[in-house]
């Protein structure tokens, strides 16, 4: 197997603090790899040792088999696309995309026939010059990858892209730039903090948390076989629950919720239900379903699911719980009852 990138036992140190603590892992060639994280986990550090700005404290870092230690940003076989984008206002779209093989000195003809080539494969052949300013979100956007592509990187670096962009410009950008990576064959490596964005354009995402991985893993698999709390928690929504006991194969949540669970060999202390997991149309028909008798306390829609707060009739705890949409809801009303199944299989257990 071709490995653009090998990331080994790489440690980021500033002062004591650990921002990238020995992770190892490896990118394919032509891949869409992203790191998924929260603020401050350590996932920008390692893009900016990738990409050069930073320097390795331990481990080694390894472009198509070479050792990227100590070679400045500039001579590496890696681009980068910041947030802000960084493009040149003052500078049409031709020149800006030109700028870095006007750099490296490349003959006049060459640079016209390589910006013309990239400006037709990002889908702004036409739009030469225009300026930089009269164009869309997404055309920047564009604008701003065919740059960093012209010059041929082994691998394309993007950090938070999207994030300046409104939420409907987003959702069509990240089809936009799956489709591309596709097409162009460069190896992205994608820096985000938004879930949707690492599960629907990336081949496999890394979960990173206080500067180490948490799994590595296809977007499917991270969804639906979580190997941590932590993953189960920040991938997906998912409904978590503290458990106070289990005996017998059931468990009893914080809540006084109980569920039958006997496929486990440990005492967990955490339990997540995806929306999926909970039944309810007919659920007393289906086997390998625990009951749950409840009253409806708030309604919150929330778009595909839809939060209900439920009094637990047998503890008379009250839980806030999101729901798959049902069309049962559409006439349910505070004060109802609500009987709901959750298919056993379906539950996530862990020790912490």
Same mark, same amino acid.
């Given at each position: 197997m071709s490995y653009v990138l090998e990331i080994i036992n790489v440690t980021k140190k500033f002062g004591e603090h650990k921002a990238v603590d020995a992770v190892s892992f490896n990118v394919e060639d032509g891949g869409f790899f992203s790191i998924l994280g929260g603020s401050g986990c350590g996932k920008t550090t390692l893009l900016r040792m990738i990409s050069g700005f930073e320097e390795v404290t331990e481990g080694e870092l390894l472009v198509r088999g070479v050792s990227m230690n100590g070679i400045p940003p500039e001579k590496r076989p890696v681009n980068i696309v910041f947030q802000n984008l960084a493009l040149f206002p003052m500078m049409n779209v031709e020149r800006n995309v030109a700028f870095g093989l006007q750099r490296r000195k490349l003959p006049r003809n060459e640079v016209r026939t390589r910006v013309a080539e990239m400006l037709e494969r990002v889908g702004l052949l036409g739009f030469e010059k225009k300026k930089v300013t009269e164009l869309s979100g997404g055309q920047r956007q564009r604008v701003a990858i065919a740059r960093s592509l012209v010059l041929r990187p082994s691998i394309l670096l993007l950090d938070e892209p999207l994030g300046a962009l409104d939420r409907k410009l987003r959702e069509h950008m990240k089809v936009e730039l799956k489709v591309l990576q596709k097409e162009i064959g460069t190896t992205f490596i994608y820096i985000t903090?938004?879930?949707?964005?690492?599960?629907?354009?990336?081949?496999?995402?890394?979960?990173?948390?206080?500067?180490?991985?948490?799994?590595?893993?296809?977007?499917?698999?991270?969804?639906?076989?979580?190997?941590?709390?932590?993953?189960?928690?920040?991938?997906?929504?998912?409904?978590?629950?503290?458990?106070?006991?289990?005996?017998?194969? &059931? /468990?009893?949540?914080?809540?006084? @919720?109980?569920?039958?669970?006997?496929?486990?060999?440990? +005492?967990?202390?955490? #339990? *997540?239900?995806?929306?999926?997991?909970? &039944? /309810?149309?007919?659920?007393?028909? @289906?086997?390998?379903?625990?009951?749950?008798?409840?009253? +409806?306390?708030?309604? #919150? *829609?929330?778009?595909?699911?839809?939060?209900?707060?439920?009094?637990?009739?047998?503890?008379?705890?009250?839980v806030l719980i999101s729901f798959p949409q049902n069309a049962k809801f559409e006439n349910l009303q505070e004060g109802d009852d609500l009987q709901v199944g959750i298919h056993q299989d379906d539950l996530k257990c862990y020790r912490e």
């Open positions: 903090h938004d879930q949707s964005e690492a599960l629907v354009m990336s081949d496999r995402v890394a979960v990173m948390n206080e500067g180490r991985f948490e799994q590595i893993d296809t977007p499917k698999n991270l969804y639906k076989n979580p190997k941590t709390s932590f993953v189960a928690g920040f991938v997906g929504e998912s409904n978590e629950f503290d458990v106070v006991s289990y005996n017998n194969g &059931v /468990l009893t949540t914080e809540h006084g @919720l109980k569920i039958k669970k006997s496929r486990i060999d440990f +005492v967990p202390k955490k #339990l *997540f239900i995806r929306p999926e997991a909970f &039944v /309810l149309d007919s659920p007393e028909d @289906l086997p390998d379903v625990d009951l749950v008798s409840t009253k +409806v306390k708030t309604i #919150l *829609f929330d778009g595909s699911n839809t939060k209900i707060s439920v009094l637990i009739k047998e503890s008379n705890d009250e």
